[in-house]
Nanobody, 124 residues
Framework: QVQLVESGGGLVQAGDSLRLSCAAS????????MGWFRRAPGKEREFVAAISWSGRGTAYADSVKGRFTISRDNAKNTVYLQMNSVKPEDTAVYYC?????????????????WGQGTQATVSS
């Protein structure tokens, strides 16, 4: 079992930056694909970013490409999401997820473990 705990959410203004962290426990995530998803009020959960076990492979949703960066520190069993130039439409609960497999995927059902989420709110 892998337990995931997100942190770093909060209230920021449009154009600001925010850094989310996802700390894993229970087992090492060094062989897991890790992903970030989000759910805005009244909307379905959507893919944000994913990173391969080595960190050399990444994928991003078009809506965040060029503004968000996913990274990982396997020694700390932690994954990060750096959010720059945030917009009001980035307001959502952000979830960290772990996939026990080698293939990068954007599909939520492909992920095996999920955190409880952290709220990020961007004011205009």
């Amino acid at each position: 079992q892998v337990q995931l705990v997100e942190s770093g959410g909060g209230l920021v203004q449009a154009g600001d930056s925010l850094r989310l962290s996802c700390a894993a426990s229970g087992r090492t995530i060094s062989s897991y694909v890790m992903g970030w998803f989000r759910r805005a009020p009244g909307k379905e959960r959507e893919f944000v970013a994913a990173i391969s076990w080595s960190g050399r492979g990444t994928a991003y949703a078009d809506s965040v490409k060029g503004r968000f960066t996913i990274s990982r520190d396997n020694a700390k069993n932690t994954v990060y999401l750096q959010m720059n130039s945030v917009k009001p439409e980035d307001t959502a609960v952000y979830y960290c997820a772990a996939r026990n497999g080698a293939i990068l995927t954007t599909t939520p059902s492909s992920y095996d473990y999920w955190g409880q989420g952290t709220q990020a709110t961007v004011s205009s």
